[in-house]
């Protein structure tokens, strides 16, 4: 009997891979060629039924509906499986005490806007106020003067500006500095508190029917860059805070916890424009030199 190379449950995903034509781009028929024979391997050792294969496609297409202009279901999809933070990780590995990276979040929809060191970026000024400080470096301790330091946060209740927008200051809570002549950063704002991920969707059905709560701890949240180096993407996390072992979305790093301790000083609140008592913390970022590039070749 000749050979036509049909589909069959056997060869499934030869066959589809023999299907990609030869233009197809490298790295594209790579991965494309690994996700077909993962795909098909799972199908087969589940012995997926039409049933399930229906309500997968429905609940990826829910999915996509949930998506707007201020929240990705998608990313949190990504999020709660563990596959932003297993990425970030192959893709940003720490070495020579460079400040691990972790995931972006849902919530950084919006630009920061350039605030002057010192600033506060408590529009409201609700919450328990705190300075946080900190100083950009590169791996050998060179201070990186001019580096971005792009922050944002939730609030006191555990909300973005972008969620209650009709309740936060446009822009609350969040801000992009300066670093100084000796990398150093410093600016206002108020402790967050931990909070669950918009979990009315189809990802928070997901966690409901496999036993999972839905909270992040608190933390604020960092992109620092600087030129001729490595940009990194992180968290400062609460020490103590609930949640802090079981992370919704697997983005705790010890290296990233920090304690944020209260100072009861009447004359240095004054000074620094906050209500006493107050609460600080200081957060180094160490970034490691961008590899040069190579020429092309002829």
């Known amino acids: ?21 030869p233009s ?76 691990e990276q972790t995931v972006l979040g849902p919530f950084h929809m919006v630009d920061s806007p350039p605030r002057a060191l010192g600033d506060t970026i408590a529009l409201d000024g609700v919450g328990e106020p705190c300075l946080v400080t900190g100083r950009v470096t590169g791996a050998d301790g060179t201070p990186l003067a001019g580096a971005s330091v792009d922050v944002w946060q939730a609030n006191a209740e555990g909300f973005y500006d972008v969620q209650q927008p009709d309740i936060q200051p446009e822009l609350n809570l969040r801000g992009l500095f300066t670093t100084d002549d000796e990398g150093k950063f410093w600016f206002r704002s108020i402790v967050p508190r931990y909070y669950p991920i918009p979990d009315d969707g189809p990802v928070g059905e997901l966690l409901a029917v496999t036993g999972r709560h839905p909270n992040r701890p608190a933390h604020i949240h960092f992109i620092v860059r600087a030129d001729g180096h ?69």
């Open 24 to 99: 197809t781009d490298l790295r594209l028929r790579e991965i494309l060629t690994s996700l077909i024979q993962h795909l098909h391997e799972f199908v087969k050792d589940v012995q997926l039924t039409e049933d399930e294969w229906s309500k997968g496609i429905e609940f990826l297409t829910r999915t996509g509906h949930t998506c707007n202009d201020v929240r990705q279901e998608f990313i949190l999809l990504s999020d709660v499986l563990g596959v932003s933070m297993l990425v970030e990780t192959i893709n940003h590995r720490a070495f020579d005490h460079a400040t």
């Open 1 to 21: 009997m000749t050979d036509r190379g049909l589909f069959t449950e056997e060869r499934s995903a030869e066959v589809v891979i023999d299907s990609l034509g």
């Open 230 to 298: 490595e940009p990194v993407t992180t968290h400062l996390f609460v020490e103590g805070s609930p949640y802090i072992d079981s992370d919704v979305v697997f983005g705790v790093k010890e290296s990233l916890i920090r304690e944020f301790p209260v100072v009861d000083d009447p004359e240095r609140a004054a000074q620094l424009g906050l209500d006493n008592p107050f609460r600080t913390v200081h957060f180094d970022v160490t970034l490691l030199e961008s590899e040069p590039r190579k020429a092309d070749q002829p």
